[in-house]
Structures are given as structure tokens and as C-alpha cells.
């Protein structure tokens, strides 16, 4: 039967739109109440009047009005008995190497109500964020929809939180404290990995550098260079590597404690502090044991694989003109398929808002962008050397959705997530071709649809109505297999040969009806108006985003003036 549902979250991030869409999907009937503080939590209730309430990411206590009144179900991302607000972050401090999701019902007490449905998982030596994308989403998915499914019947009787019970192994844990995952540098590899990574990408490590504090994010493992610990020794990308007690690590982003934003750390610590800091570059062809890198270039059996693993899926100028050029790179190698995988975590976001945001000139470095991005969504739609495939792991929003749909095959993992729109950055129309490649695969009053509504669409719902090819395993693993599969399958040279020869004849006839470039110029011309036009609707809303304003209001306040550099750099999700 189809339930009056009311979703409950503090943001509608990734796990929220989740399992909405599922939810959706299901046919229940759904009220969203995003970021409200108790009372308007009532009102909402009140005024909806549902059967069921469902609270997939929620940090703040539930009215005891609500939950005396009302079934609600509470999503906490920790096995059965765990218990406070930094579950995840000490699972990945400790090492351990099962962990879950719990749902549970509200009650007076956080985290200890009746359990109606569980789901354990196998840790991965990633960030939190990454793990809360991939793992903690499926497995909150599954077992929320197991509770709803189990409401639905009426016949469940969740069992009471019993630590008596020797398979309870979760316990009440504290809030972490900053001290909990300092960084000394005198520390291992391992050790500074799990700090860093226990909180990132929020709200990052505690560390020292060039003799100021900053939080630390985006850490990675160096095979080879060493260094006396806690002195920089290397850059790349916009990253830095800093000695450690028995090695080295590189950390991508870093954050000054007071009055600044994450920053790419070579932006961050300032070109005065780097003088003596050697680049590093690695080209994205050179092998993979060689180090990291933001894009890395992998081939086998006649099969090359271009992957860009941006922080947060955020593209900056500079980081898609280094994009494109690895894909003209790619074109001439001796391969028949060129498969497009971006970064495990995330797909992309489009254009970097924090980058735009650092900027001297923020609409400029809007418009040079939203050109990056442009010119290479182009590069993609005429590639005809080479069949086409975007393959993605995670979460895609905005411009980077668009992005995948310049390919001739389209397959994405199904826990995915795709938000095809602009209008929530400040009512941003967009561009990337958008008018293009999106009513060409779902039409016209579809991609106006999913446009204007500004909902998310899971894989299998994009996959339903066209806007991708195939949607497919259940984990990272199996979504790796299968691409693997479905590559070699499609690569016999008589059938990209065919392939080809279609798009060719499939672009001139869509030139025909109207140039490429007709739709870029009618975008941009509405982008122009956004990022140089009287209303500052964008601007306000990017600043508010990069600054985690509340509105309407965004109080900006001062910043070192290392951290604003005309070529700042930092993570965001995307316009």
C-alpha cells in the first residue's frame, strides 16, 4: 500500500535524496522537512498528517510531541548498541573492520530505542566522507527500506536495545574531540591516515604546518619520497607532501582554524611558505604504483581508462583544461574504447564553486569555469576516434551529470544519485550543452522536468527513463567487475567500428537541425546574465554555500589574505 511518509533530515545531502527517491519510487506519498528546528518539525507533522516518519540523516533530537504520537524510524550509521553523534569517525579511528547501520525508533533517549532493522558492512581504508557515500548509504537504504516494509505489514515488533546480549557490540561513545584525531608528525603513515580520514571531510584533523594550525583533509599514502617530520617536501595539484614519523603523506586540502574556508593546501599555507618546496608533477599516464594524482590514466586489452578523482567532485578551471588534455592524450593511444571513470566517491559537481568563491574576481573565474567546462564536454561529444563510455561510482549533480551524458554509453553504480540541474546555485541556468545532451536521451518536457523541479533521480530511475544506459552493482567491487565486463563485451573492433560511423552520422544530421555551438551560445548568454547581470542571486547563494551561511543573510568574514589569492582553489560540491 502506498504510505503518507514525512522525511526528516538536517540537509537533503546524498543518503537524504536517497531515500527519497527510493521511498519515491515505491509509490509512497512524501513530505520533506530539511533543516527545521523543532517546532516547524510540529507544524510540518501537523499539517501533513502522516502515517510513518522516517529521518535518514537527523542531528537533532525529534519533539517528544512527534515521536509520542508518531512511529519514527531514525537512520544512526553504527552497528546495533552504538551510540552518539561521531559513530563513523571513531570505526575509522579504531580500525575496525565491520561496521553498519542501525534503524531504530525515536524515544527519550538518543540512539536507544527499539531496533527495527540493521545492516553491517566491511570497512575500506577510505575517508569517512567516501565511506558515508558508498557504504553507510547502501546499507541505510536497505534497512530503511526493510523498516518501512516492515510497518507496511504490521505485523514487526522491533526488539529493545539489550547490551545483555552478547551480540551487541556496540556501546555509547563521546563526541570526538579535536585532541582525538590531532595529528603529530612524529606519528606513523597509518596513524596520520586514520586521523585525517576520521574526519574528513568534516570537520578535518588538527595539525601543524609552516608554523600555523590548520584542520587537514584529503590524505593519501606517498610510495616513495621521505622527510624529516612535519617538513613539506613536495607539491602537486595543488597538494602537498609533509614528512611523517616512518614516511611521508600528502594531504590535498587544508583549512586555517579561524576565518577561512577549505583551501587546496598549497593555496592555503601561501607561496611563501612553498619557495623551497620542489613540484612534483606526475603525469596521469605514468604508472599507478608511481604515486597519487587527481587523474590517472590506466589501459588494458585495447581499453583505456581515464579517471579524475577531484575532492568533493568539485572541477576548477585548471583542473579541467589538465582533463581535457589527458583526454586528447588518451585519444591517440592504440585503444578502442575510452572509458571515463571519475573518482570512486564522487562522479562530478560541476564547476568549483570555492575556487570561484577565493577568486579576485569571483564572476570571472565564474565565466573562465563554466568555458573550462565547456570546452571539455565538447572534446567528449566529438570524440569519434574512440567509443565513448562514462562509468559512474558515485553521486554526479549539476554540470558533472551533464558531463557524463557527452558519452556514447552512459552506466552508472545503482546506489547512485543525479541532481541534471542548475536553478538551486542562485537560479543558475546552466550550460555544458545541457540543452543539447539532456532532451536528446530523456526529451523535451522530461529534461524540462528534471530541470526545473530540482529533485534527484536514482540510477535506476534515469536508467527507466533514458538518461543513462545501465545502471548496475550493488558495491564500488561489483560495479568495477561489471564495467570490466560490459568494456571487452562492446570493444570488438566491427562493433565500434559501427558504432562510430552511427555517431558520425548521427552528429551531422543533429548539426544540420542545429550547430553544437548554437546551444553553447544561447546557454552562456544566459550564464553572462547570471554571473555579470544586476541580480546577484548566484553570487549570494554560492557565498552562503562556500561560507555555510544561514539565510537569508551571509556575514562574510575577514580572511587571511593567503587564503585569497586570485587563483584560489577549494572543495565544493558543484553549482
Not at 60 to 81: D, T
Not at 127 to 149: F, G, I
Not at 304 to 326: I, K, P, V
Not at 375 to 395: F, K, P, W, Y
Amino acid at each position: 500500500m502506498s504510505l503518507r511518509i514525512t522525511v526528516l533530515c538536517t540537509a537533503f545531502n546524498g543518503l537524504s535524496q536517497r531515500a527519497w527517491c527510493e521511498l519515491r519510487e515505491r509509490g509512497h506519498i512524501l513530505d520533506l522537512v530539511a533543516g527545521a528546528d523543532g517546532e516547524a518539525m510540529q507544524a510540518a507533522v501537523e499539517r501533513f498528517k502522516p502515517d510513518l516518519i522516517v529521518a535518514p540523516m537527523l542531528k537533532s533530537a525529534i519533539p517528544e510531541a512527534i515521536w509520542r504520537r508518531h512511529i519514527c524510524l531514525i537512520v544512526h550509521p553504527g552497528i546495533v548498541g552504538d551510540r552518539g553523534p561521531s559513530s563513523l569517525d571513531w570505526a575509522l579511528l579504531e580500525g575496525e573492520r565491520e561496521w553498519g547501520v542501525t534503524v531504530l525508533q525515536a524515544d527519550a533517549e538518543m540512539d536507544a530505542g527499539d531496533i527495527w532493522a540493521t545492516q553491517t558492512f566491511a570497512m575500506r581504508a577510505v575517508s569517512k566522507s567516501q565511506l558515508y557515500r558508498h557504504e553507510v548509504t547502501d546499507a541505510a537504504s536497505d534497512a530503511l527500506l526493510a523498516a518501512v516494509e516492515r510497518f507496511e505489514r504490521g505485523e514487526f515488533r522491533p526488539r529493545a536495545l539489550d547490551y545483555g546480549d552478547a551480540d551487541v557490540r556496540g556501546r555509547l561513545r563521546p563526541s570526538m574531540r579535536p585532541v582525538d584525531r590531532a595529528v603529530d608528525w612524529e606519528m606513523g603513515s597509518a596513524e596520520i591516515l586514520r586521523r585525517v580520514r576520521c574526519g574528513d571531510s568534516y570537520p578535518g584533523a588538527r595539525g601543524r604546518l609552516a608554523g600555523r594550525e590548520f584542520q587537514l583533509f584529503g590524505a593519501a599514502a606517498e610510495p616513495k619520497l621521505r622527510g624529516r617530520p612535519g617538513a613539506l617536501i613536495a607539491q602537486r595539484d595543488g597538494a602537498v607532501c609533509i614528512g611523517s614519523g616512518d614516511g611521508a603523506v600528502w594531504i590535498s586540502h587544508l583549512r586555517l582554524m579561524k576565518g577561512a574556508f577549505k583551501l587546496p593546501a598549497t593555496l592555503a599555507l601561501g607561496a611563501a611558505a612553498l619557495v623551497d618546496v620542489p613540484e612534483r608533477a606526475l603525469s596521469p599516464f605514468a604508472p599507478e604504483k608511481d604515486g597519487p594524482r587527481e587523474i590517472l590514466y590506466r589501459e588494458a586489452d585495447a581499453i583505456g581508462y581515464l579517471h579524475f578523482d577531484f575532492y568533493n567532485g568539485a572541477m576548477s578551471s585548471e583542473q579541467c583544461d589538465r582533463l581535457r588534455m589527458a583526454l586528447v592524450q588518451a585519444r591517440q593511444r592504440p585503444v578502442r574504447t575510452l572509458v571515463l571513470q571519475g573518482g570512486q566517491d564522487i562522479w562530478s559537481n560541476g564547476i568549483h564553486l570555492n575556487t570561484i568563491e577565493a577568486a579576485a574576481d569571483p564572476a570571472l573565474e565564474s565565466w573562465r569555469n563554466i568555458l573550462a567546462m565547456n570546452a571539455l564536454v565538447r572534446e567528449i561529444i566529438h570524440t569519434d576516434t574512440q567509443r565513448v563510455v562514462a562509468a559512474m561510482h558515485g553521486n554526479a549533480g549539476a554540470g558533472g551529470a551533464i558531463l557524463a551524458l557527452a558519452a556514447d554509453e552512459v552506466w552508472a553504480r545503482s546506489g547512485t544519485v543525479l541532481n541534471p540541474h542548475y536553478k538551486g546555485m542562485g537560479g543558475l541556468y546552466g550550460s555544458e550543452y545541457w540543452t543539447y545532451l539532456l532532451p536528446r536521451r530523456v526529451g523535451s518536457a522530461a529534461a524540462t522536468e528534471l530541470t526545473e523541479a530540482l529533485k534527484p533521480v536514482t540510477a535506476g530511475g534515469a536508467e527507466g527513463m533514458g538518461m543513462i544506459d545501465a545502471a548496475f552493482g550493488d558495491d564500488v567491487a561489483s560495479f568495477d567487475a561489471e564495467v570490466l565486463e560490459r568494456a571487452h563485451r562492446g570493444n570488438g573492433v566491427t562493433a565500434v567500428r559501427k558504432q562510430l560511423a552511427a555517431k558520425r552520422e548521427r552528429r551531422i544530421e543533429d548539426e544540420r537541425r542545429k550547430p553544437l555551438e548554437s546551444y553553447a551560445a544561447e546557454e552562456l548568454a544566459h550564464m553572462y546574465r547570471n554571473f555579470f547581470g544586476e541580480d546577484r542571486s548566484y553570487h549570494e547563494a554560492r557565498r552562503r554555500f562556500v561560507w555555510k551561511c544561514a539565510l537569508p543573510v551571509c556575514e562574510v568574514p575577514e580572511v587571511d589574505a593567503a587564503a585569497t589569492a586570485s587563483e584560489g582553489k577549494q572543495e565544493a560540491l558543484g553549482a
